[in-house]
């Protein structure tokens, strides 16, 4: 590599500012990066009363790529419900995906051989799961252009276009190509509500015709009721699902628990050029911030997806994702993953991390 690549390190809020520089740490024994550091959330909103300033999209816009924590907590839910007009820590991470255009969001839900004991789910169900959430991320009823409150109603607007939708539809066809190989052969699901709503309708016929561009991937679609069910009574059958903001919110949380814990999952943000955005799909944990008790490696691995599709380095990804893996078979586990079973040791954020470093250096 002939530049050095700049990081921007959003930490926010709760757990965010511990995992975030875990996952630094990792980061660095892989490549020469420059990192700059930022607010976001309600750790901007203290400073600047604000949860995201343009001096921090412009510093995200001018970096290679984007690792975010989380953003949220009590103390600025309060401010919230005794002034609805009170700035909110979620503005930020909504502003941040809608500036940088990062409209595809990209969740690898793949349970690691030493958790499938871990998940509430039984083991002969989650054997075999290996997908991955596609969640349109910048439009539908989150960017909503009469989001509104009146003294007893309040309104909120969903609206979805013919290209927001064919561009989110090609990046789960493209993925899906990708992932294939070996006895997988590729196949998307298309999440909506096209039984009531006039949006999933529009959904449903655009994505169709989409699938008409890509004859050899198996297709289908579900309604997303059903589909919350099926993803967890036969995990295993799904490749790639494609779906809106709000149900894939829903649906990767749902995921998420396949994995054994909301505290594995990565996500990866993209827009069509400039820089990724990386986070864990949980949230700030503000129970358990400071504790030095959080899960950092659904950072780690976002840290992963950082360098395999923001960077380019995707042995030094194989590498992370390896170290992780190799921790939990060495029976490491933080609180959020401990059942208290035979090989487990119950381990904090630093001996993890310290862990997944020794894993690295051999
Ligand atoms: C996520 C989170 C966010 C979302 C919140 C914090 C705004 O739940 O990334 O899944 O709803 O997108
Ligand atoms: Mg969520």
Avoid at 71 to 77: E, F, H, L, Q, T
Avoid at 105 to 115: D, G
Wanted: hydrophobic share 40%.
């Amino acid at each position: 590599m002939t530049e050095q690549p700049l990081i921007v390190l959003l930490p926010g809020d709760g757990i965010g500012p511990e995992i975030t520089s875990a996952t630094r740490e990792v980061l660095d024994l892989l490549g020469d990066f420059i990192w700059e550091e930022h607010l976001i959330g309600g750790a901007s909103i203290d400073e600047h009363g604000q949860a995201l300033t343009d001096e921090v999209v412009q510093a995200c816009r001018e970096s290679s790529a984007v690792l975010l924590g989380a953003v949220g907590g009590p103390k600025w839910d309060a401010a919230v419900a005794s002034d609805p007009s009170a700035p909110r820590p979620e503005q930020g991470l909504l502003g941040i995906r809608k500036e940088l255009g990062l409209f595809a969001n990209l969740r690898p839900v793949k349970p690691f051989a030493a958790l499938l004991d871990a998940s509430p789910l039984k083991r002969d169900r989650i054997e075999g799961t290996d997908l991955l959430v596609v969640r349109e991320l910048t439009g539908g009823i989150y960017f909503g252009e009469s989001g509104r409150r009146g003294d007893d109603v309040a309104f909120d607007e969903c609206a979805y276009s013919v290209q927001e939708i064919e561009r989110i539809a090609r990046v789960a066809f493209e993925a899906a190509a990708r992932r294939a190989g070996g006895d997988r052969s590729p196949k998307v699901t298309s999440v909506d509500k096209a039984n009531v709503l006039e949006t999933s309708r529009l959904w449903r016929e655009t994505v169709t015709r989409i699938a008409e561009e890509y004859p050899d991937t198996e297709f289908d679609h579900f309604l997303v009721d059903n589909a919350a069910m099926q993803l967890v009574s036969r995990p295993a059958d799904f490749d790639v699902i494609v779906t809106e903001n709000l149900f894939g919110d829903i649906l990767s949380d749902e995921s998420a628990m396949l994995t054994g814990s909301l505290g594995m999952l990565p996500s990866a943000s993209l827009g069509t050029d400039g820089p990724g955005l990386f986070e864990p799909v949980h949230g700030s944990a503000p129970d358990i911030a400071g504790q030095g008790i959080a899960n950092p490696l659904a950072t780690m691995l976002s840290g992963a997806m950082l360098l395999r599709d923001g960077l380019g380095m995707a042995s030094e990804a194989t590498t992370v994702e390896e170290a992780v893996d190799g921790v939990l078979r060495a029976g490491l586990r933080t609180p959020d993953l401990y059942t208290g079973a035979e090989g487990e040791t119950e381990v904090g954020t630093e001996e993890v991390t310290r862990a997944v470093i020794e894993q690295i250096q051999g």
